[in-house]
């Protein structure tokens, strides 16, 4: 595959990390929806605000780190590519895919009325009454405006919640009692409020 912008600095690591890291198992489903071959995309372009330049998606693929690209429309795929030397078969790491993933599982308990997103997270989760998290509603955390406060690092042995809730760096974190114990809030706490 031709490298227009040659993916200059991707990190080479996480590729496949079930193979050496803790993880969960979700067993697969009894009745998988089978995705079939759509009709191809297309050609793809777009617009940087301030360019004059029109830009393919192969550039932009090409330009990022981009491990995969997948396009589905209903049940087909009418996009797939994978980079830097990816196959299908690989595990990556999903990151910030997995907040799109629960956003649509939290649409579905919601439209079978377990809860609503104006409930609050102590009604939903009675543990968290004392937590910086009570008072947030499930539309908060979707959004990720509770206003707690995040201390966040990557400097090795650092205390931060994300490397405290990390699979890599903190394996046998308990990540419900981490969260239930956080008491801090942001100087900012309603982001709904910024304009």
Known sequence: QP?????????????????SYPHNTANPSTAP????????LG?????????????????????????GFLVLKDDQIVFERYL??????DGLLSASMSKTILALLMGIAINEGKFTLNDRIDTILPDFKDSAFAD????????MSSGV??????????DSDNRATSVFSSPRQNV?????QKKDRSA???TRLQA
């Open 3 to 19: 490298m227009a912008f040659g993916q200059v600095g991707c990190v080479k690591g996480f590729l496949n990390p079930q193979d």
């Open 33 to 40: 929806l089978i995705l079939k071959q759509g009709q191809p």
């Open 43 to 67: 050609e793809v372009s777009y617009k940087v605000s301030g360019e004059n330049r029109t830009f393919t998606l192969e550039e932009y693929l090409t330009k990022f780190c981009i491990t």
């Open 84 to 89: 830097q030397g990816r196959k299908a078969t």
């Open 136 to 143: 947030s509603t499930v539309e908060d955390l979707l959004r």
């Open 149 to 158: 406060a995040l201390k966040e690092s990557y400097e090795t042995g650092a």
């Open 176 to 180: 419900r009692e981490y969260l239930r």
């Open 188 to 190: 900012i706490t309603d």
